[in-house]
T-cell receptor, first 114, second 112 residues
Framework: NAGVMQNPRHLVRRRGQEARLRCSPM?????VYWYRQLPEEGLKFMVY????????ESGMPKERFSAEFPKEGPSILRIQQVVRGDSAAYFC????????????FGSGTRLTVV | KQEVTQIPAALSVPEGENLVLNCSFT??????LQWFRQDPGKGLTSLLL?????REQTSGRLNASLDKSSGRSTLYIAASQPGDSATYLC???????????FGTGTRLTIIP
């Protein structure tokens, strides 16, 4: 089992471009969560998805950010028109049955906006 | 709103010593609590998961305890090794939602 796979590991975007971050959960996991870690800050929840459904997006910024978890393929976190303040590490976690068994995290995508 | 605090923010101890990391939280209606370690530039590795009904969990040299009434959890590391150097994060899941609330972590350095 390869664990939670995130790609790319590092992503550099110019201001105004789009960033697409991908997350493949562990095999058998149908719950996906995205977290953001800003420099010198703790991890903050962004969104919780199950296949084809957004369950909780209370941590997502109101504009420019969107997430999906299609029936086939990885979960995608999309950031449109990136700004310098979007520079952060974005982590994906998955679980098989929600939080009961705990969460497994990926290695993250480090986004740098120049 | 759940708030999670970890003190100290940084800790240095000589190799071989036993040590305790602290995590405190404001809302005792927790579902479970998970301890992670994060190495520089890396992801999170799960160490221990304590369910609301449990008092402690053990894995190798690690022991985590949970006291909901006082709003505290501790992570005990026995016979510390340089490889234990990392940032340790406490994260809590509350009833009513699936999201984790993280503390800001304790950066641990084990001195050879």
């Amino acid at each position: 089992n390869a664990g939670v796979m995130q790609n790319p590991r590092h992503l550099v975007r110019r201001r105004g471009q789009e960033a697409r971050l991908r997350c493949s959960p562990m095999k058998g996991h149908s719950h996906v969560y995205w977290y953001r870690q800003l420099p010198e800050e703790g991890l903050k929840f962004m969104v919780y998805l199950q296949k084809e459904n957004i369950i909780d997006e209370s941590g997502m910024p109101k504009e420019r950010f969107s997430a999906e978890f299609p029936k086939e393929g990885p979960s995608i976190l999309r950031i449109q028109q990136v700004v310098r303040g979007d520079s952060a590490a974005y982590f994906c976690a998955s679980s098989p049955i929600g939080r009961e068994g705990g969460y497994t995290f990926g290695s993250g995508t480090r986004l740098t906006v120049v | 709103k759940q708030e999670v605090t970890q003190i100290p923010a940084a800790l240095s101890v000589p190799e071989g010593e036993n040590l305790v990391l602290n995590c405190s939280f404001t809302d005792s209606a927790i579902y479970n609590l998970q301890w992670f370690r994060q190495d520089p530039g890396k992801g999170l590795t799960s160490l221990l998961l304590i369910q609301s009904s449990q008092r402690e969990q053990t894995s190798g040299r690690l022991n985590a305890s949970l006291d909901k009434s006082s709003g505290r959890s501790t992570l005990y590391i026995a016979a510390s090794q340089p490889g234990d150097s990392a940032t340790y994060l406490c994260a809590i899941s509350n009833f009513g939602n699936e999201k984790l609330t993280f503390g800001t972590g304790t950066r641990l350095t084990i001195i050879p």
